[in-house]
């Protein structure tokens, strides 16, 4: 059995670009950036950022383009897929892309707009930023032996 399968998380490195295909279907391209954080044998911290290539295709890419912008935080779920044609110059060009099933947004990033959550309307000029709504726990301890189950 075989499996081409790609999973990331990240965020958009610019703005999407919508196209069509000559049948009318909608094209959205874009970048997504990952990185990972690890500590290498001497204790010191590394970091490793990662850029992806995301196609996507039908009324998905629709959405992609209307809602996603440079910042986005999306998740990205599809295959991969590796593209070559001839350069001008005569050379090989190759494109590796993640062919996406499934875009998943993100939390709209903070901008001059003021808000950072779906639903959430902009403050008016001179106006605070909304609260965010946060959770009081309780301060007294839990025993594990109250629990009924």
């Known amino acids: 059995m075989y499996l081409n399968k790609a999973i990331i998380i990240g965020n ?3 703005d999407p670009e919508e196209r069509q295909l000559p049948s009318g279907a909608a094209v959205t391209s874009f970048s997504v950036a990952t990185n990972r954080v690890w500590k290498d044998k001497n204790g010191a911290k590394q ?3 990662q850029y992806h290539n995301v196609v996507v ?9 209307q809602y996603l912008r440079k910042g986005s935080s999306v998740l990205v779920e599809g295959r991969m897929q590796t593209r070559s044609w001839d350069a001008p ?3 090989k060009k190759y494109r590796t ?7 998943q947004f993100g939390n ?4 001059d707009s003021g ?4 639903g959430a309307t902009a403050p008016a000029s001179g106006d605070a930023k909304p609260e965010m709504d946060t959770i009081d726990y309780p301060d007294e301890e ?8």
């Open 57 to 65: 295709f039908g009324p998905q890419a629709r959405n992609c383009a």
């Open 142 to 149: 839990i025993n594990p032996e109250d629990i009924p189950f």
């Open 115 to 118: 808000y950072s959550q779906a």
């Open 89 to 91: 110059d005569g050379s």
């Open 47 to 49: 970091e490793d950022t």
């Open 97 to 103: 892309e993640i062919i996406a099933d499934r875009v």
């Open 108 to 111: 709209r990033p903070t901008g």
């Open 12 to 14: 958009l490195t610019r």
